[in-house]
């Protein structure tokens, strides 16, 4: 292991116990401010590989996607007369925004880790993405599960786009077919090389339709989905060890993304704030569809996801 990756696995840990859990959890600060470890009563729920982030420079654990979650159409975009161009250290970047790599500071009460990033004119964030900002993750213990809250910050003279997405590598503890999902959407939205076109599609009545829970078993899928049941929420059930994962997510998380690849041993189940692309197709449809969001200068945006643990 050289030494910039051996200095990007340093990680800071977190444990406390409830009145009926053991919970750590694992951040790495000088990657992206990933999870790489929630563990609860001694069981690991997050897939994370230092060898495929050494070999093939493969993110898992569960990775913070800002400022455009998943795909980016030609990595470029126009916002309010500018054309911009998504790129860090000369190269463009089309995938899961620009900060998996970059290094927060951090610090530690007694149930939280707190991640900050601050971007400024000089910052390798402020090439693909130039607008002052900080960014905030907490990570914060809760009695039967985690909650991540992200505080955005426009320190900027402009308004600025937003966009912020969870990707969790959800582990597989034993066979597929004992893994149950739900995603409480009623459609999905119409793909072109995995970018959104900007098109919606009714999920009713095709293999789409997770509003109930279906097993993983032979069920392939890579897409977005929307309109979400504000009602409901999505969960992920392994039934060969009687536990239920509950993703709840405050009001401005209105996307959701399932990627259940049948050769690897996790299931991706991912909040967004916005739809892949949206800083493209916000100017053709509806806000409610891109799920872009400006934010003004000097003030900022918050939002949380939960991951709660239940035993069924």
């Known amino acids: 292991m050289n030494g910039k990756i051996k200095q990007m696995l340093e990680s800071e840990r977190l444990e406390n116990k409830h009145k009926e859990h053991r919970i750590k959890i694992e951040i790495l600060p000088q990657l992206g401010a990933n999870l790489s470890s929630f563990e609860i009563d001694g069981r690991e729920f997050i897939y994370f590989s230092k060898e495929e982030l050494i070999k093939n420079n493969e993110h898992t654990g569960c990775f913070n996607m800002f400022p455009t979650p998943c795909r980016l159409f030609e990595s470029r975009y126009n916002f309010e007369g500018k054309e911009i161009k998504q790129r860090k250290h000369g190269k463009d970047i089309f995938i899961h925004g620009l900060i998996r790599d970059e290094v927060f500071s951090c610090s530690k009460t007694e149930d939280s880790i707190i991640c900050v990033l601050e971007v400024d004119k000089n910052h390798p964030v402020y090439e693909g993405y130039p607008f002052p900002c900080r960014l905030t993750f907490k990570y914060t213990i809760l009695e039967n599960g985690l909650e991540i809250k992200f505080v955005y910050e426009n320190t900027g003279d402009s308004s600025a786009p937003f966009g912020y997405g969870l990707h969790p590598f959800w582990k597989i503890p034993g066979q597929r077919e004992d893994v149950f999902i739900k995603i409480p959407c009623s459609h999905i939205m119409e793909l072109a090389d995995l970018v959104p076109t900007g098109k919606t599609l009714p999920v009713d009545g095709t293999k789409y339709d997770l509003r109930t829970f279906r097993s993983l078993g032979n069920v392939d899928i890579d897409n977005v989905f929307v309109d979400r049941d504000m009602k409901d929420k999505q969960a992920i059930e392994f039934r060969d060890i009687g536990i239920r994962l509950t993703l709840d997510a405050s009001e401005n ?19 967004l704030t916005c739809a892949p692309n949206a800083v493209n197709l916000h100017q053709k449809v509806e806000d409610s569809i891109s799920g872009l969001i400006k934010v003004a200068s000097k003030t900022k945006i918050e939002g949380w996801v939960r991951y709660i643990i239940e035993k069924t």
Request: net charge negative.
């Open 253 to 271: 998380f209105t996307h959701m993304i399932a990627y259940t690849p049948l050769d690897k041993p996790f299931v991706c189940m991912e909040n």
